[in-house]
């Protein structure tokens, strides 16, 4: 796959997450201009820079290049000045959110093949990428992270990520199995949303809970 | 101390710690399958990468290590599948739990002196691969970790992890040695936790609190 | 700069976290001794593990350096010890926290530009630097950290990490340079505590509030 499609598609993942996490911190917390868009910035970086941590890809992509600093500062503050305007549109927000899982999803797999790891480790890499900043997010602003409470967060991400390492071991890696998981996952995301679908809940206690 | 070992108590601390870890977050919030799993994965392979950032020891082997998520993950489900009859054994579960910790003490311990750490630096390093992963539980369960409120938490994985490092200035390193500090370190855990021992409160404040 | 004198501004600025991080923790949780120090040596090293995971400078020079260690417990116990004498000298304790910000700042910056990063990394990590271990604190104690929704907290380390760097790209780096970026971040730092300064808050929903 080309780098810059890579690049691109990472950044598009970067600014979708920016301008979610900073509209997420809008409804939940009081929080001025900094707040905003540090938590808009921490959602979108947070989940590549906890990627290269465990990749050993240190000093983080994220941090070095300036292009996702500004990027993610970018969405943080649009999201900061629009943010009542923006937020009318919810359904935009969830698909920026479910395309933001995917393309992180993707790009963090791909990375970890790149870097020379195994297919167990760049499907959990994969996954970390999308999840990691908005579960930063969450503990920053004390919400009990999506990725744990929130049906199918989790899963989407595992498929997507999972579905581009078995392109790879296939030998048809390329911009269109990467996009073609991507898309996997940004679907089985809106899925999610939209039926309010869940993962299986444990056996007994839900009985308990039902009476 | 053969590697073998070394392992084999490893993963048993791994083992220990993802069953009580998927079984706190079970009694505290409702989780679906993927949060139970996640949060078993995190308290037992959380403390170890921790300790790998502090060692400059990436990426970690608790990721790169199949067995470790395998295991990991193994507790997890169990957890999930059999969690409401695993709760009546809760005296097994903080033997589990004092387990893992006195292992990953011991074992974080080790591997700080292997990489050629300082003693000082190899008791923080016990002592923070113990407590590690259950701290990064309560903070996504939003509790307050136990090793800054509960009794005796800390204390032990400190008393652990010094054991084997003098046992290592000595020159009586070795297999007993190793066992014996973490049956110490076992055993002033499960002391405190039948007899409610706290470390001692801050002077006035309780005083304050009594009248 | 002096070696030795970055070192000693380093170190105040480590005392200054530790009695403050454990000062913050003995107001809002019950901790017992172990709790007390541990969130005094969190809050004072916190902020420079983190930075050196950005700047690949791993283990990181806190954890190595037992006198950064030496200090930062020192400071958790004199808090601990004092606490109720030392919560009467509020005014005392927050010049403390704005010089830890401020140096930290400062030599955080100042490590980023040693090791060959960019202006932008550098001013972004200083911030960090300054922010970083206060954060850590918040999360573990379940408050919204500080940096969010404090009025002026990253803003100050945010112009001291700027002035160091525009220093040192106009070639007036130095001594005096450093000093005086740490002031001015402290002199911001403490006016927007006295005059309780904030920075702005999103447009329409401050309006909203108001009705």
Redesign the interface.
């Known amino acids: 796959m080309a780098t810059t499609a890579l690049l691109v598609l990472d950044l598009v993942g970067t600014f979708a997450f920016a301008l979610n996490g900073a509209l997420t ?2 409804r939940t ?8 868009v ?2 808009g910035m921490i959602t979108a970086l947070g989940g590549g ?1 906890i990627r290269d ?4 890809s ?3 992509a994220t ?2 290049d ?1 292009r996702y ?1 500004a990027v993610a500062a970018g969405g943080g503050l649009i999201a ?2 629009a ?2 305007y923006l937020e009318r549109l919810n359904g935009t927000i969830n698909v920026l959110d479910a395309a933001g899982l995917s393309l992180f999803a993707v790009t963090g797999a791909l990375k970890a093949l790149d870097l020379g ?2 297919p ?2 760049a499907v ?2 994969g996954t970390i990428t999308g999840v990691g900043g908005g ?1 930063l997010r969450d ?4 919400q ?2 999506s ?3 929130s ?1 199918l ?3 989407p991400a595992l498929v997507g990520a999972t579905a581009v390492v078995v392109a790879d071991l296939l030998g048809t890696r390329g911009p269109v199995a990467s996009i073609s998981a991507a898309a996997l996952c940004c679907t089985i995301r809106m899925v999610g949303v939209h039926f309010d679908v ?8 839900t009985r308990r ?1 039902r009476e």
Do not use: N, S
């Open positions: 911190a809008l917390t009081r929080l001025d201009i900094v707040g905003v540090t938590l820079t941590v465990f990749l050993d240190l000093p983080p941090f070095v300036w600093l900061f000045v943010g009542p790891f195994g167990a480790q959990i890499v579960t503990v920053l602003i004390r009990v992270p990725v744990l409470t049906g967060y989790a899963v869940h993962a299986p809940f444990p056996p007994v206690r809970e």
